[in-house]
């Protein structure tokens, strides 16, 4: 009989760390971000973050954007239609005024062309930003505001404006289209609204 061999045991990768729905942005921190960024004059990292939050879309669909995908011409379009990886569906999202503005401005710095990736990688052989580097500006973002980066992560970027939109308005159906969920079992389980608004109307029952 063979002797079993010693194998050196794997750590999970999620060892010590909080796994599971990372928060939303609150709107003071995102003006908080946007200013700071502004006056540092970070105009790529503006870009990103404004496009991030207004699109909605999952980290490796957002840096896989080509300048032709968010633009008409030479302009920066008001909005916008991806096919997601993931589900090969396409969704549309918005581009507000402010974040058409950072991304003319990036697109101008780094002399983009229209088949070009809108936010290449700064390292060798890739040929745009990757999820980690993603991820990990995302954490720098984080940590200049001065949160725990154990809540946040780029699924923070996703869940911001659908969640605030669901939080004024009640309507699923909408966030479920914005996120592009085939599902609306999906978009509840995505917002945890179910957790939430049992706690909000647990807060206005006073005993």
Known sequence: MGS???????????????????APF???????????????????ELALFNLGIDSKLRGCDLVALKVRDVCHGDAVASRAVVMQHKTQRPVQFEITPVT????QRW???????????????????????????YARILEGWVEELG???????????????ATLIYRRTKNLRAVQL???????????RY???EVDDALEISEQTEI
Do not use: C
């Open 191 to 193: 917002l945890g609204i």
């Open 26 to 44: 609150k709107v003071k921190d995102i003006w908080a971000l946007r200013v700071r960024l502004q006056m540092e004059n970070r105009v790529r």
């Open 107 to 133: 697109i101008k710095q780094a002399g983009l062309r229209s088949e070009d990736f809108l936010f290449p990688s700064r390292m060798h052989g890739s040929p745009h930003l990757g999820t980690r580097q």
């Open 100 to 103: 058409r503005d950072a991304v």
């Open 147 to 161: 949160l725990d980066p154990a809540d946040y992560g780029t699924h923070s970027m996703r869940r911001t404006k």
């Open 178 to 188: 914005l996120l592009g969920h085939s599902k609306l079992e999906s978009t509840v």
């Open 4 to 22: 079993a061999t010693n194998t050196p045991s794997r750590e999970p990768w999620n060892k010590g760390k909080i796994v599971g729905q990372k």
